[in-house]
């Protein structure tokens, strides 16, 4: 198994401590650096409340934290979910060396995204910096399949974003 398969699987389950019902937003973050865990952290909106509490958002508070620097040069955050816009700015300026997601815009309901569609990997590839990896697509069709799908009829009480 490569390095990328077993980080996600850490973040996959550490979504799945959310529970099975996409309802829940079961997303999963770990950040990892020279082959150790700096944080990993499950969406923790509702918890708190605190619409800021996005699984990468906070397991790049508690990686920092670890670390007792702002900056994670060298660090990968493994996401089950593409992240969205401010999970993408908290990266760049964490200075984040790779993001790796697993399941992308395509393969999961269109309310896990900016209503107006904002595709947060060109937002990336334009940033302040140029250095910045991103990699999709690892474990796909594990990832999304904690999530609603494409064609799923979700209540609007339930959507997010929508």
Known sequence: MTDDKRWMREAIAVARTKGADPADTPI?????????????????TEELPDATAHAEMMAIRRACEGVGDMELRGATLYTTLQPCGM????TIWSKVARVVY????DDVHEMYFEDRHIDTLSFIADAYRDDIVIEGGVLRAECAALYYGPDDEVPEEEQGNI
């Open 102 to 105: 697993g399941a992308g815009r």
């Open 87 to 90: 999970c993408t700015m908290a």
């Open 28 to 44: 999963g973050a770990v950040i990892v650096r020279d082959g150790r865990i700096l944080s990993a952290e499950p969406n923790r």
